[in-house]
Nanobody, 114 residues
Framework: QVQLVESGGGLVQPGGSLRLSCVGS????????MYWVRQAPGKGLEWVSY???????DYADSVKGRFTISRDNNKNTLFLQMNNLRSEDTAVYYC????????RGQGTQVTVSS
């Protein structure tokens, strides 16, 4: 059974940084594309970023240049480094196996506020 567990969220001021982590189990982690998606209050799931099995990455326009996705296959861990955070980045962040959020974990709350 696939399990993804996110951590690293919190309250941060605009312009600040956070690093999210996601540990996977029950899957051969290195064989999967991995995704970050988020859900802001009152809105639907939004794709944020993905990283391929070969390390190729892509980002939503809203986070391009500010967020960096990476992975450590030896530790079955996915990361999202978030810099220059904005209030509109406030959301619950999930790691997932698909762009639409399949198999996502319980999420980690990111709140950007002064």
């Amino acid at each position: 059974q696939v399990q993804l567990v996110e951590s690293g969220g919190g309250l941060v001021q605009p312009g600040g940084s956070l690093r999210l982590s996601c540990v996977g189990s029950g899957l051969t982690f290195k064989d999967y594309y991995m995704y970050w998606v988020r859900q802001a209050p009152g809105k639907g799931l939004e794709w944020v970023s993905y990283i391929g099995v070969d390390g190729v990455t892509d980002y939503a326009d809203s986070v391009k240049g500010r967020f960096t996705i990476s992975r450590d296959n030896n530790k079955n861990t996915l990361f999202l480094q978030m810099n220059n955070l904005r209030s509109e980045d406030t959301a619950v962040y999930y790691c997932a196996l698909t762009r639409i959020g399949n198999n996502r974990g319980q999420g980690t709350q990111v709140t950007v506020s002064s």
